[in-house]
């Protein structure tokens, strides 16, 4: 069955560089969800998306911004990186219109900032 | 997770059972659930409950919600080294469009031989 496809899956940037990650939810799954997990933390929401229209947001810095797109992929951008920054960053999808519960991750970008 | 709380390490022999705690705090919650993290890995959703539920069974898996106490437990039966993970217990307080989950901080198992 087709996954929540992430990419790239490493990326190594400078200090004040910027970043753009990329997200393929599942076929018809209308929601999409960005998380940052920093090392020995917990995932921390960061924003979503229903029907490429934001819909909450979280602890996301203001360097950092995102979309969903007409064919539902969504990507995050993100400026000035700082080394702070380093992070799994892992994006997830799910359905309104279905009975699965739960939300699908994809395997997460590693961002590392030098 | 500030909301979401679970005691950080666990260890258990192989064969036995694992049980593992999580307590929080949303009385609103409506589905909490229970992912796996493997080392590089992602997140993998192992089961969920609904908070009008007190028990799940799936195969090794049982799920006890004690909603008064807002307290839900995983328990493992017949561990084996391929458990070794982190388990992350996790809230949301209604399943609608883009509702966001809350995770706790993980509890790393590790598998004694």
């Known amino acids: 069955a087709a996954g929540v496809i992430q990419s790239p899956r490493h990326l190594i940037k400078e200090k004040r560089e910027t970043a753009t990650l990329k997200c393929y939810p599942i076929?018809?799954?209308?929601?999409v969800y960005w998380y940052q997990q920093g090392p020995g933390q917990d995932p921390q929401f960061l924003i979503s998306?229903?029907?490429?229209?934001?819909?909450d947001k979280g602890s996301i810095p203001d360097r950092f911004s995102a979309q969903q797109f007409s064919d539902y992929h969504s990507e995050l951008n993100m400026s000035s990186l700082e080394l702070g920054d380093s992070a799994l960053y892992f994006c997830?999808?799910?359905?309104?219109?279905?009975?699965?519960?739960?939300?699908?991750f994809g395997s997460g970008t590693r961002l590392t900032v030098v | 997770g500030e909301d979401v709380e679970q005691s950080l390490f666990l260890s258990v022999r192989e064969g036995d059972s694992s049980v593992i705690n999580c307590t929080y705090t949303?009385?609103?919650?409506?589905?909490l659930y229970w992912y796996k993290q493997e080392p590089g890995a992602g997140l993998q959703l192992l089961t969920y409950?609904?908070?009008?539920?007190d028990m799940k069974q799936d195969q090794r898996l049982t799920v006890l919600l004690n909603k008064k106490d807002k307290h839900l437990s995983l328990r493992i039966a017949d561990t084996q080294t391929g458990d070794s993970a982190i388990y992350f217990c996790?809230?949301?307080?209604?399943?609608?469009?883009?509702?966001?989950?809350?995770f706790g901080s993980g509890t790393r198992l590790s598998i004694r031989p």
């Open positions: 997830a999808s799910s359905s309104t219109s279905t009975e699965v519960y739960g939300y699908t």
């Open positions: 076929p018809r799954h209308d929601t």
């Open positions: 998306f229903y029907e490429k229209m934001q819909s």
């Open positions: 949303d009385s609103s919650s409506t589905y």
């Open positions: 409950i609904f908070s009008n539920m």
């Open positions: 996790a809230e949301s307080p209604l399943y609608s469009s883009a509702s966001k989950i809350i």
